[in-house]
């Protein structure tokens, strides 16, 4: 069964640098989606993106994140100066149509900000 | 307000059914879902219902919505040691593309 992968499966970094974290939605998905789970805490939804840009997003989603489809085959999460508070679960997910379809989701990267 | 709740913990022993409850505020959820997730791994879809459905059925599954107490269930029959996981109800209101999830209920099922 396609699934969507995610890479790395942890990261750790230090306070201040830029991290990428990357996924494969699964390929024949129109919808792409981050998630975050910071440990104790709910699943939190980060941005929606269709169609070469975002579609909807959250407060948490501020000018440090962005997303990019780079290729045919990659959707990636970008920090730009990752703060403590950033460390927490990262699920991408991907959906077939828009609202009405059911959201795939990877394992996750585990982001670990010193 | 964003309110999705589930009671935090479960514990039923091998063979019995298991009923994971979840309620929810908002009266404009269009669909509601289910996911499942093991120690390490990923959320993983377990069934979604529409919100005009009170019922849907897939194997071991049941999901029950009661749209007027905005209250939805999960049994799961017969439950194997496999099931041991944390369960996720999670809900999608009218025209939004995010869901917004539930603190989750741990499983644990007992030999």
């Known amino acids: 069964e396609p699934e969507v992968t995610q890479t790395p499966s942890h990261q750790v970094t230090q306070m201040g640098q830029e991290v990428i974290l990357r996924c494969v939605p699964i390929s024949n998905h129109l919808y792409f989606y981050w998630y975050r789970q910071i440990l104790g805490q709910k699943v939190e939804f980060l941005v929606s993106f269709y169609n070469n840009e975002i579609s909807e997003k959250s407060e948490i989603f501020d000018d440090q994140f962005s997303v990019e489809r780079p290729d045919g085959s990659n959707f990636t999460l970008k920090i730009r100066s990752t703060k403590l508070e950033d460390s927490a679960m990262y699920f991408c997910a991907s959906g077939k149509t828009g609202v009405d379809s059911p959201l795939h989701f990877g394992n996750g990267t585990r982001l670990t900000v010193t | 307000g964003e309110d999705v709740e589930q009671s935090l913990f479960l514990s039923v022993r091998e063979g019995d059914s298991s009923v994971i409850n979840c309620t929810y505020t908002?009266?404009?959820?269009?669909?509601l879902y289910w996911y499942k997730q093991e120690p390490g791994a990923g959320l993983q879809l377990l069934t979604y219902?529409?919100?005009?459905?009170d019922m849907k059925q897939d194997q071991r599954l049941t999901v029950l919505l009661n749209k007027k107490d905005k209250h939805l269930s999960l049994r799961i029959a017969d439950t194997q040691t496999g099931d041991s996981a944390i369960y996720f109800c999670a809900e999608r209101r009218d025209s939004s593309y995010k869901l917004i999830f539930g603190s989750g209920t741990r499983l644990l099922v007992r030999p």
């Open positions: 219902i529409f919100s005009n459905m």
């Open positions: 908002d009266s404009s959820s269009t669909y």
